[in-house]
């Protein structure tokens, strides 16, 4: 594709956030990013997000913030609980990574703007099953 610069993230969806903040640190050594929000924890609305970072790596933790409600709250309830949720990949500029994407047959949704950068994700019935998301936000 040409225009995906590496991995942004792992969403990973959770049923409580707090424990599975605490799980990540606890087995894996994870450092929560406070980046954005002084306890790290961010509402959007339908869910809260939580980054931890282990070594280079990246995990964005999902709860919904009403059971069965929204992406999260409908994706945790069909899943029996948690479980990665999406595959993000770092782009340099959104504009043309969506219509790259676009071009080759994939479909764009749920574009939005934060933290001053765009993102969206690619339909998962035109990638493989996948629910990848993409991003020019760090």
Partial sequence: MGVVKGLAHVGIAVTNIDEAIKFYQDKYGA??????APDG????GLHISAVV??????????????EGAGPIGKF??????GGI????????????????????GLQVLG??????????FVHPKTNLGCLFEFTEVE
């Fill in 111 to 120: 574009e939005t703007e934060v933290w001053g950068g765009k993102m969206a």
């Fill in 53 to 66: 970072r282990v070594g280079t790596m990246a995990f964005e933790l999902l709860q919904a913030t009403q």
């Fill in 85 to 104: 949720h999406h595959i993000s990949l770092k782009v340099d500029s959104y504009a043309p990574a969506k219509e790259s994407l676009e071009s080759k």
């Fill in 31 to 36: 450092v929560l990013d406070t980046s954005k």
């Fill in 41 to 44: 924890k961010v509402d959007f």
């Fill in 76 to 81: 945790v309830a069909k899943n029996g609980g």
